[in-house]
Nanobody, 115 residues
């Protein structure tokens, strides 16, 4: 059974940084597109960043220039480097492998941006 385990969330002050990790088990990560999504209370889950199999990336406008998605296929791990975080970045962050509709999801990790 495929498992995605996120880590790295927590409480961070505005302007600070966090690095989220998503470790995948029992899969060849390199054949999948992967992404990070987030869901804030009372809001729909939204795409934060995505990296395709070939390495092409795309980002939500709200995080462009601040967040960076990367992947290490050998380690079967996906990362989200979050810099200059803002209170609006507060949400549960989810790792996704293989697409929103039919892909695999992690359990989520809470990120809270507050002073």
């Amino acid at each position: 059974q495929v498992q995605l385990v996120e880590s790295g969330g927590g409480l961070v002050q505005p302007g600070g940084s966090l690095r989220l990790s998503c470790a995948a088990s029992l899969m060849i990560l390199s054949i999948y597109d992967v992404g990070w999504y987030r869901q804030a209370p009372g809001k729909q889950r939204e795409l934060v960043a995505r990296i395709a199999r070939g390495g092409r990336t795309n980002y939500a406008d709200s995080v462009k220039g601040r967040f960076t998605i990367s992947r290490d296929n050998a380690k079967k791990t996906v990362y989200l480097q979050m810099n200059k975080v803002e209170p609006e970045d507060t949400a549960v962050y989810y790792c996704n492998v293989g697409g929103y509709e039919r892909g695999y999801w992690g359990q989520g990790t809470q990120v809270t941006v507050s002073s």
